[in-house]
């Protein structure tokens, strides 16, 4: 028995170095992220967002994160355009990330949307956008998704994890409309809870995996405006649909790990960086936020990441290439 301990220990410190030294010898790299594109008509919306497009790829950036939201709440959810954006992420020469935004399935029912069932529009959406094993774009990436590391959530393919440079990486499926959780509609209020609980575990998961591998920082990318109500996490009333998995799960996760968490998202269409999330009324120092442009403003953002998890972010505009934000 002391022998066998005598081993572990020395296995375990082997692993303690291995780690330390691949911190050490982490590189610079960026990384583009994006969302709310296109929106409007494909002849005025397109063009632009297919040059924004071709200057990310002048960047060749390690890969891009697309958080959702590929067409306007007010356009058809059709097959159609789904095709098109589907084109459009092959379009990037490199790798891109997307998770599902609002627009994409849950906003389907409205009329001007085309009448769609929400629940049948993200049964397309999974089989059209996520192939197990691997991201979009012309040089995919490998990716782990939830849905073969746990069963018990087997239907998430959409939501996704890697590792660069000892940064890991996850998108979550959590969307704007109040994150589909409308009370009115048994069907909506099933589907919410069940892939709630799946984010929160996948949330828990990215966390336990940074820990495993030492990681240097964790950044995560969704779609919804968690911040839209003005009142802080602690004073969610009992409906909303982000209480569970940002105030009782990301922000105590991020709080005990304690290095630099990074969360991407949409949504709300304004340029922001900032570091607004509190719990017990205490500021998380560790954790910035970035909000993608969106919508009429075409642009991107290039994230820039050095060795310990310090962030730079430019603006990335389709004439006139990057502009410096920060």
Not at 4 to 18: E, G, I, M
Not at 145 to 160: C, F, G, K, T, V
Not at 219 to 224: D, I, P, T, Y
């Amino acid at each position: 028995m002391n022998s066998f301990v005598a081993r572990l220990r020395s296995a375990l410190a082997s692993l303690a170095l291995l780690c330390a030294a691949a911190a050490a010898t982490a590189q610079p790299f960026s990384f583009v992220a994006l969302g709310d594109h296109p929106y409007g008509p494909p002849a005025q919306s397109y063009p632009p967002y297919q040059s924004l497009i071709d200057r990310i790829n002048q960047l060749e950036p390690a890969f891009s994160v697309h958080v959702g939201d590929f067409k306007a709440g007010s356009t058809l959810c059709s097959d159609e355009e789904s095709t098109n954006q589907l084109a459009h992420f092959q379009r990037f020469a490199g790798a891109v990330v997307y998770t599902p935004g609002d627009n994409e399935w849950t906003d389907c029912h409205r009329a001007n949307n085309g009448g769609y069932n929400p629940l049948e529009r993200l049964t397309a959406l999974r089989q059209r956008f996520f192939t197990e094993g691997r991201s979009l774009g012309q040089r995919p990436i490998t990716v782990e998704n939830q849905s073969r590391l746990m069963p018990a959530h087997a239907r998430y393919i959409e939501n996704q994890r890697w590792q660069h440079q000892g940064v890991v990486f996850a998108t979550l499926h959590i969307v704007g409309s109040n994150n589909n959780f409308e009370t009115r509609d048994p069907a909506a209020v099933a589907e919410f809870f069940d892939r709630d609980a799946a984010n929160a575990a996948w949330l828990e998961a990215a966390f336990d995996q940074a820990r495993r591998v030492d990681a240097q920082a964790l950044v995560l990318a969704f779609q919804a405006d968690v911040l839209e109500v003005k009142t802080p996490f602690e004073d969610f009333p009992g409906w909303s649909g982000f209480q569970r998995v940002i105030a009782r799960t990301l922000l105590p996760l991020a709080q005990r790990w304690g290095r630099p968490v990074l969360v991407i998202h949409g949504d709300s269409h304004r340029f922001r960086i900032d570091q607004p999330f509190t719990l017990d009324r205490k500021p998380l120092a560790n954790v910035t936020r970035l909000i993608v442009p969106g919508e009429r403003d075409v642009r991107a953002v290039r994230v820039s990441v050095q060795p310990g998890g310090r962030f730079g972010f430019e603006l990335v505009a389709a004439s006139e290439g990057a502009a410096a934000a920060k």
